[in-house]
């Protein structure tokens, strides 16, 4: 698709970003909001969550501003967590703390895919592997090109506490 967009000789800005924080909210409401635990695979495995403010804050300068055509950005959150910190600050978001379970791969494929398609089930599992054995990039795009500071998942968490409440 980009490819063809750059030959058109049309205008064009890609923003590509990494993993949503907001999929948190597919992955771990149901175990959260029933008072379970989080079955986690990887409990250590560090990822970049990009909030939605921070994808639409790098949209609306790049439509807004000059000097964003023919660029690509890539995008991930200014902080590398654990995913047993993203569960973490979502307890302190909610003022209690939420219990983690390891399970297994398989398992955790299962809890998935009941809430995001296989072809997402195994992408997420990919990246959940990956950053249990590699420290993933993160960016500090945001706040270059917006002068704004980008929106952390600790503070991401505080703003949607109330989505992972009963």
């Not at 804050?57 to 000097?67: C, D, F, I, P």
């Not at 983690?100 to 089930?121: C, F, K, N, S, Y």
Request: aromatic share 8%.
């Amino acid at each position: 698709m980009e490819s063809a967009l750059e030959e058109a000789g049309l205008s064009w800005t890609f923003i590509r970003p990494g993993m949503f924080a907001t999929n948190t909210r597919w992955w771990w409401t149901r175990a959260i909001k029933g008072g379970e635990a989080v079955r986690l695979p990887y409990p250590e495995a560090l990822t970049a969550p990009v909030s939605e403010r921070n994808i639409a804050a790098l949209a609306v300068t790049a439509l807004s501003e000059r000097g964003h055509g023919r660029q690509a950005y890539t995008l991930y959150g200014p902080q590398a967590l654990t995913l047993r910190e993203q569960v973490e600050h979502i307890g302190a978001a909610m003022g209690k703390k939420i219990p983690i379970e390891r399970v297994t791969p398989e398992q955790a494929r299962a809890d998935l895919g009941r809430t995001t398609p296989p072809m997402g089930v195994e992408a997420i599992m990919r990246a959940w592997e990956a950053g249990d054995e590699i420290v993933p990039e993160t960016s500090a795009i945001i706040e270059k090109l917006t002068g704004t500071p980008a929106q952390t998942f600790p503070e991401w968490a505080q703003e949607h506490a109330d989505d992972f409440r009963p």
